[in-house]
């Protein structure tokens, strides 16, 4: 049962799954581009490569043969994948599942074209003068975001021909990897979005938790719940779409699958888009860390890697979380970087039904994510004033600077 798992991609996510290994007695090696990631200090070894460099990771593969390869990160030679599968390497979920969802192109066309999911339009652009002949194509607004990315990076809206260009430039800085390819999609008028994490399972059905509503700012989420309110109706049809698409790419693991919701009206019946979906735990599900369910997103991925079957997801309770950022301005010194330093644990600590986790990053950039605070209550408790709690909690929750030190290599 004790299995080498090689985790591609070392954040805050894969911190939580190491240590939902590690109690289930797994050897980890963690990997990502820098040292002292958050997952690297709960392994029980790290490496530190490029990972869109596809000799190194097959270097990093030869190493140390792993059973299973885990990635939990955009930037990487996916297409690497299906040689490991080949070799008798658990790719998780599969190799064809990583590689069609670390880039939007394959799996977009996937969901539209193949299997006839209700989906924005959309086209794709390769440079600016395609990306204005997408947005005429698809009509403003619109959103544009590169082919590769995480958590809302480069993500922006056009509402006029003068935001192009600026949109154009905002999508190549915030890519993954070295693809400078988008999609620009027209801008759905949806009342709300949400994640649907799925678990799809070797020897067991396909189960589905309590969906988790969100909030973003500057591309990425601010604040989650969970359960998000929608009719029962809206609910199936997302349930069913993600079952349709989670079977079609195969292998066992939790999907964040994401969905907007159009209302039904006076005129129209409801309406389910999907939007995106991630092969891995997601951003929006770190709320059931605050034990909203009987597993955590993280615990029900290790489950289904190592084959152990889940029989039920419960909903256990109500649960919100806001994140924790650094400051929009943080001190920088060629060849050396800020340190983080935390204040208002104690005060944040106080507030009854609520809970912390600091991630444990090693530097800080403007804006970046570096812990999260949760709430919870029972299940009858309204999810927003929830959502009201962690808020204050995270504001609480102050990210400084310890000292200007220089890099670890």
Same mark, same amino acid.
């Given at each position: 049962?004790?299995?080498?798992?090689?985790?591609?991609?070392?954040?805050?996510?894969?911190?939580?799954?190491?240590?939902?290994?590690?109690?289930?007695?797994q050897y980890v090696i963690a990997v990502d581009a820098y040292a002292d990631a958050p997952a690297m200090q709960v392994a029980q070894e790290c490496e530190v490569i490029n990972m869109l460099d596809g000799e190194a990771l097959d270097g990093i593969v030869a190493k140390h043969r792993p059973d299973i390869v885990v990635p939990e990160v955009e930037s990487i030679r996916t297409e690497r994948f299906y040689d490991y599968e080949s070799q008798g390497i658990q790719v998780v979920p599969s190799a064809r599942a990583a590689n069609y969802t670390m880039n939007r192109r394959a799996i977009r066309d996937l969901a539209a074209q193949e299997l006839g999911l209700e989906t924005a339009p959309y086209r794709y652009a390769t440079s600016f003068e395609t990306l204005q002949a997408g947005a005429a194509a698809v009509g403003m607004p619109c959103v544009v975001k590169p082919l590769m990315?995480?958590?809302?990076?480069?993500?922006?809206?056009?509402?006029?021909?003068? *935001?192009?260009? +600026?949109? $154009? !430039?905002? &999508?190549?800085? %915030? /890519?993954?990897?070295?693809?400078?390819?988008?999609?620009?999609?027209?801008?759905?008028?949806?009342?709300?979005?949400?994640?649907?994490?799925?678990?799809?399972?070797?020897?067991?059905?396909?189960?589905?938790?309590?969906?988790?509503?969100?909030?973003?700012?500057?591309? *990425?989420?601010? +604040?989650? $719940? !969970?359960? &998000?309110?929608? %009719? /029962?109706?809206?609910?199936?049809?997302?349930?069913?779409?993600?079952?349709?698409?989670?079977?079609?790419?195969?292998?066992?693991?939790?999907?964040?699958?994401?969905?907007?919701?159009?209302?039904?009206?006076?005129?129209?019946?409801?309406?389910?888009?999907?939007?995106?979906?991630?092969?891995?735990?997601?951003d929006t599900g770190m709320v059931t860390l605050g034990h909203t369910q009987n597993f955590s997103e993280f615990e029900l991925h290790a489950r289904a890697i190592l084959g152990l079957t889940v029989h039920a997801i419960e909903h256990l309770r109500n649960g919100a979380s806001a994140v924790v950022l650094a400051p929009s301005e943080v001190p920088s010194l060629e060849g050396k970087t800020a340190v983080p330093k935390f204040s208002g644990i104690e005060e944040a600590a106080a507030i009854a039904g609520t809970d912390i986790r600091l991630f444990g990053k090693p530097t800080i950039r403007p804006y970046r994510r570096m812990a999260v605070a949760l709430s919870f209550d029972q299940k009858e408790r309204d999810v927003m004033e929830l959502v009201s709690k962690a808020k204050e909690v995270a504001a609480l929750i102050r990210v400084g600077t310890d000292e200007i030190g220089k890099l670890k290599a």
């Open positions: 049962m004790r299995k080498k798992i090689l985790l591609l991609g070392s954040g805050e996510l894969g911190k939580e799954l190491v240590i939902a290994f590690q109690r289930l007695g990315s995480s958590s809302g990076k480069g993500q922006s809206v056009i509402r006029t021909e003068a *935001d192009i260009e +600026e949109a $154009w !430039q905002y &999508a190549l800085e %915030g /890519s993954r990897g070295d693809l400078a390819e988008v999609i620009v999609e027209s801008f759905i008028d949806f009342d709300y979005e949400i994640t649907l994490l799925t678990l799809t399972q070797k020897d067991g059905e396909t189960l589905f938790c309590p969906p988790i509503g969100h909030r973003q700012e500057r591309g *990425d989420y601010q +604040e989650s $719940w !969970q359960p &998000a309110a929608m %009719g /029962s109706s809206e609910l199936a049809q997302a349930q069913e779409m993600a079952a349709a698409v989670t079977a079609s790419l195969g292998g066992n693991g939790i999907w964040g699958v994401e969905f907007f919701i159009k209302r039904a009206s006076a005129d129209e019946s409801a309406t389910v888009y999907f939007s995106e979906l991630s092969p891995r735990p997601h």
